[in-house]
Each structure stands twice: as C-alpha cells, then as structure tokens.
C-alpha cells in the first residue's frame, strides 16, 4: 500500500493500570467511557506492534459516554499529521464497538481537532455508514483490521 | 576391494607395539585412505580386527581398539551412516568400563563425538549414555592411573566440552569440572596446568543465556544450568585468576539476570575459593557491591512489603545476594584481612558522607527517593556487617552507635531523665534516618547475641558494643516511647514508618536474651508500659495499635521460649496479660469490644497464658449469659461476640496445649448450671442470635471432649433436662401428646439436642428411650435441634447391642422403627397409634415432621442403613400423594383458596428441599468434626437408587403444580451429588434436567437451584462424554440457555448460561452452525445487561459464535 512506514519510531506510552471494578451485587453497572477504554485500548496500531492506548491514540479522557441517549463518542489523535493510517484506525474503532455494544448506541468516531491534515475528510469518512460497510466488504482492508483487532503480538513495555 | 591380507598386515603392524612410532602412523593412515576412498567400510574393518578387539590379552586388546581409535580420528571428514555410528558408540561406550584399553577408547570416544553434523553426528541419546558411562566408569577408575592419565583426562574433557550446546551435556560437562576439581586439588596436578584452557571453555556460556522452548521434553530449566556453571566455577580455586575479574566485569552488565548470577556466583567462589585467594580482589569486590547494594535497595526501607515486591523481585534479589556476599567476604577472610576489609567498608568515605547528610536531615516526609535508598542501602550494610561476627559487630557499633546517639539526642550517661539537648531533633520529629539506622544495628546485634555465646568478660569488656548499647539504652528506650507518643493519628507514610521503626526497637531491646540483656528490669518494665499504653488509650489508630499488640505478643513468645531463667521479667509480663484481661471487665469507651477481643485472642498465642484467658473469658461469658437469660442484657451482640471470640479464636489454641478436656468440661457444665439455676427466662427475641451461638459453642466443646468426660457432661444435662418446666405435669418417661415448651424448656432442649449431636459413636446414651421420646415430641414442634439431635442418634447407634444387661438402650431398629412412626400416612382409626396420623396433623407440624424425617434420613443414609428408603418413600409420598391435594381441596373450602393453594405447594416445597438436606454437606451435624459415621459414596448410591424413582414419577405426574415439586426434588439431587457420578448418567440426566430448567426458570423461588443445575451442566459440558450427550440435544440445550440469558433474579446465572454458550461453541461446526443466527441474536441483547460482568461474558460469546463461519457479525 505504502511505501516506508508513516510515522518509522513512534513514541511509545506507558500502559495505564488496569482497573479492576468492585463487584456490587445490589446495584446496576451503568456503560461508562472506562468500559469503552478497556474494550478499544488493545488494539493493535496498524503500523507498529504497539496498542493504541501505548502510542497515545487513545485515552480513556477521549471517549464520551451518554447511556441515557445511547451515544458513544470517541476522538483520538493519530501520533503524525499527516497519518493515511487514521482511517484504518477509525475503522477498527467502529468495528470493535459494533461488537462490543448494543446496536441502539450511536457511535461517533472523529481524529482530534487539529492533529490531521485532511480532518474533515476523514471524519466525514470514518462516519458514513456506506462507506464504512463497503470498507469491511474490501478483503484486503477487513484483514487488516481484523488483524488489530485479534493480535497478540503486542509488546508490553 | 582391498586384499583382505594387506589390511591384516597393516593391522598387525600396528597392534605389534615392538615397531617404531611412524609404522604405527603409517599403517593407521593406508587403512584410513582405505575407507575414505571406498575400499573398504567400517563394518568390514571391524569384523577383520574382531579378534584383536575382544583379544583376552590386555596389550593386543589395548593396541587394536587404539587402532580403530584413530582411524576413526582420520575419518572425521568422511560422511557415515547414523546406523555405523551409533554402533561405534555403543562399542567405545561399553569398552570404557575396560580400563586397560582406556586410551584407545578415549581416542575413539573423542573422535566420534568431533564429528560434525554435515559428516554424520552422534546423535543425542548415544552421546548422553557415553558421557554418563564416562562419569561413571572413568572418574572412579582415573584416581588409579592418575599419574599415567591425568594430563590426557583432563585434556579430553576439555576437547569433549568444548563448544557443547545441548543443555542436557552441558548439565553433565560442569558436572564434570565440578568433579575434576574436587578431583586434583593439587597445586601442580593437571588441574592447576589446565584451569585456563578449562575456564576459556566455561566462560563462553556465562552468563547463561538461555532460550530453549519451554516443553521440548527435557526439563532442563536455567537455573539448572546457572548452578551447574556456578558449581563448575567454584569447583577449584585454580579458576579463580580467571573466574573473579569475568564476574566482576559482568556485575556491571545492565542486564538484571547477568548481575544477579555474578553476585551468585562470586558469593560461592569467595565461600569455596578462601579468604586466602580472594584477598587481593577486596577493594574492587567492596567498590562493586557497594555500587551495586546503593542502586538496587528500595526506597521505602520499612514498608517494601506494602508496595508490590513481586514486580520488583529481581532487584529485591539483587541486593539481597549482594549483601550475602559481604557477609561472605567478611565472614571467610582470616582476622587481618578481615580487619583490612571491614576498614575498607566502614571508613568508605561514600558511607562517611552519605551517613551525614542522612543524619542532617530534618523532616523525612517527602523526602527524594535517592536518600531513601541509600538510608536502606546504609541499614542493609550495617546490617550484614553486624550479623558476622562479635568483632564485626563491634567495629561497627563503635564507629557509628555514638554518632547516631548523639543525633538522636540520647545521651551516654544513665540520667533516666530524658532531655532534649541536640539541636537536630527540632519541632518534636525525630531525625528517622538515625532512628532507622540505630534499630537496625539494634536487631542485628540482638540476631548475633542469639547465634553467638557471649562471654561474661566480653560484657565487662568497655569497647564491646554490648557495653555501648548498654550505656545508651535506657534513653534510647524513652527516645523510641517518645517517639510513638508524639506521632499523630494521620499516618502518612513517612510517619508510618517511624513508628514502625520504634516499635521494632523496643520489641529488640526487651528480647535480648538474658544472659546479655542490655536493659535493665525498670527499663523493662517501661517498655511495657509504653506499648500498653497504646494498646489501652489509642485504639482508634489501628496502625500503631496492631503494631504494638504484635510487639507484645513477641516478647510474650520470647519469655515464654526463654523462661525459667527469666522469670523476673515473666511477673512483669504477667501483669501486662492482666491488664488486658481486666479490660473485659471495665466497660469502659476506650476500646471497642471487638478490640478487646482481638487483643486478647493474640495474647492467647503466648501458649502459657491461654487457660487463664480461657478463664476471663469464661467468667465474663457466663455472667453476661446470666444476665442475658435473665433480661438484664441490653445487646445481645457482645455476648455473641465473646462467645466467637472464645470458639473460634481461643479454644483451637486449648486443643493444642493438651488441656481442652479439662476446659471444656468445666466450662459446659457451668453452663449447665447456670441454666438450671435460672428458673425464668427472658422471653425477647433477640435471644435466638445468642442461642445458637452458645449451641455451637456447646457442640464444639463437646465434640473435643474424650468419651469419659462426654459423658460426664450428658449425665449433667440429663438432670437439668428432667428440671424442664413441662415435665410438672408429666412425668419425663411417658410425655406424649402435644407440649407446650417454655423459653427456658426451648433454651435446654436445644442446647442437649447440641450435645448429643456432637457425642462420639462410643459414648454411651443413657436413657436412650426416654431421650428418644423427648426428641420425638419436639420434632413435630419445628425444632430444628432435635431433628439433628435425632439424626445424630441412629447415625451413630451402635447396630446391635452386646450387654443386654442395659435395658434403658433401644437397638438401632427399634429406635427407627419408633421414628418412622411419624411418618405413618393414614391409619384405621380404632388403631392405637392414631395418635401419629400424619394427615391429620396440622400444616406446620407436616412441614416440621418432613424437614426432620430428612435429617434423620441423612443419617441413615451416611451410615448405609436400608430403612432410609422407607423416608425417601415418605418424601415422595408427599411430593406426589393424591391424598395431598385432598388436603388442599379441603384447605380451600375451610379457608378460602389463597392459603389452601399456599400450604400445598409449601408442603410439597418442602419435601422436595428434605432432598437437599438429605444429600447435602452441613456445618451443623454430621460430619466429621462431629463424629458422623460416614460410609464412602453415600451420595452416588442414593442418587443411582432415587434418579430412575423420581424420573418415572415426572412422567406419571398430570398437574403441573405437581411438576414443580418433583422437578424441584430432582435438582437437588442432581446437583447435591458430585459431579463425576452424575456424568455417567448424564444420558438420563440432560432431558430431565433441561425441562427442570425450563421450569424452574420461571419461578423467583428457585433461583440457588438453577444456578446449581447450570453448574451441573456446565460441568457435563466440559466433559467428553457428556459432550456426546449433549449434541444429542442440543436443539434444546440451546434454546435453554438462550433462555436463561435474560434470566432476571441472578446476574451470576446470565454469566453462567454465556459462559456455557462459550463453552458450546467449540463443539463439532456441523451441528451448531444452525442455531449461530439465534445465539448471536440472543448474545446481542445481553450487550446491554445492567451488570458489566454479563456485558463482558456476552461479547466473548459472542466473538466465538461470530468466528465460526467468518468474523463478521453480520448474519
């Protein structure tokens, strides 16, 4: 697809600590962003062997939970500018969070204000329906999104 | 082909030992191009010298394997089949126990194992064997031919370690330098002249590196290795030239593992080397460790084991093996190298600077993480230093204690009165770095008083460190009082740590032993004083509470370890343990009981103090028992409290010492009295909390008790029995009919129904008949004691009776047959035992007497007796009896539809649960803490003999209600009975237990016995051939669990049933692959479950449904 790789040496983040929930057997666990961080931050950049809570793309301050109105909202910050990768992460959001949650929530997937060059292109992209379900009909983008998705050859620094 | 004659003639010319050296050579080359050009194979060669190899004279024997030896050297370079090989391998293998050819076989053994894997290799196995028959054959045999041998043994041993990557020869390589040095350890032996070509041929594989995949088989890990290296290393001293610059090289490797092997292995090369050879390396070896011991100790000295050490393990180790190896250096090295090198240490400027930057330092809190760790690296040296040895321990006392003191603001006179007249210790805080440090030079010189006899001069002696600690301990100790006096109830760590310090300080000075006690009885009694005065007055800080209750329960244990000869401090310590105890009786706010309770079950540890504890808390239960009895307790919670304490925490300690016998006999039949003494008892309802708490207690001492004295207590409580406020009216042999049963009356049935319950089987039950009939009128009443009581009775009823002269014991069969006689269905009316009409009972005493019948069938069953099936008929009877639903038509008409329609179903509610009781596992009764008879696989018999019962009866069975019941039976059942017997039905099992499912899914009430049952079938999931069963059914295994996923009464249910989807999904694809669709469906929508845990479990299910045919989920 390309040649060389967009962004050679990334800087790579500390993981946070996992948070383990108290178990309260009386009350309801209301979906929060914290449920959403640890569904999406293992997924594997497409570039490097890194997860994408590791090189900083996402963080659990980036994703807004609405459990009343079902929304999902996530922003994340590809590590160069001029990232052609955004798009491949945004898809890996989006098809991780299909399978994560209940269809009735919408999910908003957007690149952080001004970390991209062709911002609006991409989030206009990374939100239309037909564009995202024609992008997992293409054999050779659905692999590598499922190889995100699935890795296991994460380093763990 | 070569002439057969010429090859005879080379060979002879070689074996002949008479011709000159360069015949031999010559003949060994012209059969060596023989073979390589083809000529001639192996096999044909060794058929011709047959007779020269296996010759009964030992020089022709000797000459021709050497020939083959070195033709076989010659032929390095000449591919070989691996059969040819092997079968030289063999040969030279079995020839080296033939020590008078050993040469040639060395020769030979050398050149088969040079040969590389392009010509043909030896392969493993062989090579293992033959190293393992050169260990064996040669080095025991070698000690005779040293002088002839050596140079070449070692040699060869050189050349066959030499470049060795199997991990299984390397293990036996530094197997064998290890043995060689121990082997020469003389000076010009071979062992000396080869060290260096030895250890260039080890030191390749240090530090071991080490990347096998985990299961080839082999079982060789690297720790192995590592140590077989280490033991290699300092197998001789001669390595040591060698060996201690590479470890001190690789000490400064970044890598953690290299580090931590160096300093393992310099710490086993100083201890085997010497003090001798290993002097001239101290400098660099102290400037190593110290650089090392400095960087790896850990920044919170006291509180490591708070913070996470698994994660920082290594470095842990790390440092801990460094200072082992000072330790080691001081301790080898001889009294002036030793005095040199402790010099070198304890005069390091570094130590001297860092020391009094430490020591300048006024407030600790939040101080760098660089001074913390050297206050821990300082503490860790003085530490080791002191531990080594009384001189060690001096130096160090002397060139630091004072300086420490002085910072601390101790002074060396014996002024008792404590002054502050340094400067340093401003605001109060006490400078922690020196505080630190001293209480470590203190329990270090108190381990070496322990490991060390200490003479009495040496005490006299002034520059003794006894003699200093002495001087400055009775300020020290008011120092650490004051310390714990003035930190605040906010515990930040920093200050955690000080208090820490101090009472580690104080718990050292009192536990010296006594012959050296560097403290003087009045100080002792001070330090008492002061950790009593905390466990008294500051409960509320719990962190220095804990701390100093465990101090005390410390010194308690030394003083009892160390009595005898310390019996002036045990008054003193006696007085503690009564303070503590008299806080029982004060009910004063300082201290919660709970406290209280915890103090002194603590204390209990102390093994000498546990009966007069027992006794306090005897006399503090027994009064306030009397007062609860009697009305006069405000809250019954503290004296449950106090009876847990006694159960739980205080009495296991009694069993131990040997005196529970006594104690609880004693203590039972106080009870006993108390309870006959009181004639009125207090009628609130909190009392049942109390009751069963001193019934528990009541079993237990019982059950504890020897057979003599079990029965001393029953003979007690069947004449407090015979004091029961009904037995006015009737008298006790002939009770019958319905009784009306005082509080008091309730209090001592229950607790004698506690007592024979926990009875060994071989103490006899005098008054059999008459205690039957006791407990055969209070089961109808619902008390639960008495079922128990009962069961206990024919569970452990001896069979038959072999004195007859005992006329008062009923036989077991008697015994069962007056039981069952509750059970009596319907009867004649003109019948003398109308009495026991079962249907003619009301609801409440049916649902008592089915509930009893099932414990007392419980113990039938574990003992194996055969009348248990007669109760089980009873429980079934009930279950599906047409005459029950009589009942219910005639209930309806008298009191209206509700209730009649209540009481039959509970009715047939609980003779379905009897089936739980019956099989499963109580704390109460039963079992072995009480004395249960016990037949094994009690469970699987009744559970093979009811399931084809019950299955017949569901299929018979019309109304639904009816279903219920029985299903709710058959879960029990099925999930009472462990899991291996209920596999190999799972045939049968799996469609009954899918419809009880089913059922029981609807129903709120059942919600413990679905999730049992869901247990159980995930259980026959796991299993192979309860796989097989369940892909016969699978169409309904699945529609159940879809089912149960939404599941609303138990969240843990939802995950179960998720779970077992998951589980389903590895399943053959043919059979599954139609209900993908469904469960996927049926998953999304436990996406949106209210608890995470399902949330969580669902989108694992769902990725393993998805990922059947492709990941997409859509379908």
Sequence with gaps: MTLGMINANPVVHAKRERIIRSEDIHSDDALDALDVFDSVRDIKDPEHPYSLEQLSVLSEESIAVDEKLGRIKITFTPTVKHCSMATVIGLCLRVKLMQCFPPHFKVDITVSP???????????????????????????????????????????Y | M?????????????????????????SVDAISSLIKNDLLT?????????????????????????????????????????????????????????????WGVLVGCLALLKRTKKFGMVDNSDARTLAKSFLINVQVQSLAVRDRKGDDLVYGICEAIDEEKDPRCLMLNFHLVEILGHLYPDPSGPMASFAQDIFDILSRYYPIYFTHPKDDGLDIKREDLSKGLMNAFSSSPFFEPFVVPLLLEKLSSSLLSAKLDSLKYLNSCLYHYGGKRMVKHSRVIWSNLKDVIFNFSPERPLLTDELDVDMK???????????????????????????SFLCLIIDDPDIGTKLESLTSITSYSGTSAEIQRDLSAIGGIFTSIAKVSIYCCNKVFLKFFPCLMDVLGVSRNHSSQFCITNHKTVHGGMNFGALFLSVELLSSSRELSLVS??????????????????????????????????????????????????????????????????????????????????????????????????????????????????????????????????????NDSMVSLSLKLVAISEIANVGQYVLSIIRALEDAIISSLVACIQGGLKSSDSLVGLLECYTSRVLPRCCTSGSFDDVAVQFSINIWNQLENVSVFNTDVTMQNVLDQVMITMKLLVAGCTVENQSLILKKAHCVILSMDFLKTQPFQSIHGIIALSCRDKWIAS??????????????????????????ILLPEGNLPAAQALASMVNKCPSSINEPEISARLSL??????????????????SHLKQYNFLDRDICSQRSIVLGMAWVGKGLLMRGHEKVTEIAMFLMKCLVSDSNEDITLQQQKENGKGVGMDANSSLATSAADAFHVLLNDSEDCLNKKFHATIRPLYKQRFFSSMLPILLSSIKESGSTSKKIALYRALGHII??????????????????????????????????????????????????NGKVTILENIHTVIECLIKLISYPDLMIVRETAIQCLVAMSVLPHARIFPFRPRVLKAVATALDDRKRAVRQEAVRCRQAWASIASRSLQF
């Design chain 2, 453 to 586: 006899n200490i003479a009495a001069e040496f005490i006299a002696e002034s520059k003794s460190w006894f003699f200093m600690l002495k001087s400055f301990s009775m300020d020290l100790c008011h120092v650490l009082g004051s310390v714990l006096r003035t930190s605040n109830t906010s515990m930040v760590a920093s200050e955690k740590e000080g208090v820490l310090c101090a009472v580690k300080g104080l718990q050292s000075l009192s536990t010296f032993p006594s012959s050296c006690s560097p403290i003087s009885e009045g100080c002792y009694e001070d330090v008492l004083e002061i950790l009593m005065s905390i466990i008294t007055g500051r409960s509320d800080e719990t962190y220095l509470w804990n701390l100093s209750l465990k101090a005390l329960v410390q010194i308690g244990l030394w003083i009892e370890s160390a009595s005898g000869h310390d019996s002036a401090r045990g008054i003193c310590y006696n007085k503690v343990v009564e303070k503590i105890l008299s806080m029982l009786q004060t």
């Design chain 2, 313 to 339: 393990s290594e470095v842990n180790q790390i440092r801990m093996e460094a200072l082992n190896c000072l330790e080691t250096a001081l301790s080898c090295f001889d009294f002036s190298e030793q005095d």
């Design chain 2, 813 to 830: 069969d008697q015994a069962c047959e007056d039981i069952l006689k509750l059970c009596l269905w319907t009867l004649e009316s003109n």
């Design chain 2, 975 to 1024: 999930s009472d009975t462990p899991l291996a017997a209920v596999l190999a039905e799972s045939k049968k099992i799996i469609p009954a237990l899918l419809d009880t499912l089913a059922i029981s899914g609807s129903e709120t009430s059942h919600k413990k016995i679905v999730y049992s049952l869901l247990l159980v079938l995930s259980g026959i999931l796991m299993d192979d």
């Design chain 2, 42 to 102: 192996l096999e044909a060669l060794v058929r011709e010298m047959e007779l020269y190899l296996t010759s009964t004279d030992h020089i022709i024997r000797g000459r021709g394997t050497l020939l083959l030896a070195e033709v076989l050297n010659c032929l390095l370079e000449k591919p070989l089949d691996s059969h040819t090989i092997s079968i030289l391998v063999e040969f030279f293998t079995a020839k080296l126990e033939d020590w008078q050819v050993l």
């Design chain 1, 114 to 156: 001004g970390s991209l060059a062709n911002e609006e292109a991409v989030n206009k992209q990374l939100n239309d329906k037909e564009r995202v379900s024609a992008a997992l009909e293409n054999p050779s983008l659905r692999q590598l999104v499922d190889e995100c998705l699935y890795s296991n050859e994460l380093y763990s």
């Design chain 2, 751 to 776: 607790l004698f129904g506690s007592v024979v319950i926990a009875l060994r089987s071989q103490t006899p039950l005098t008054d059999m008949k008459g205690i039957l009939n006791l407990f055969l």
């Design chain 2, 2 to 26: 070569e002439k057969p004659s010429t090859l005879i003639s080379h060979i002879e010319a070689f074996v002949d030992s008479a011709r000159v050296l360069n015949q031999h050579a010559k």
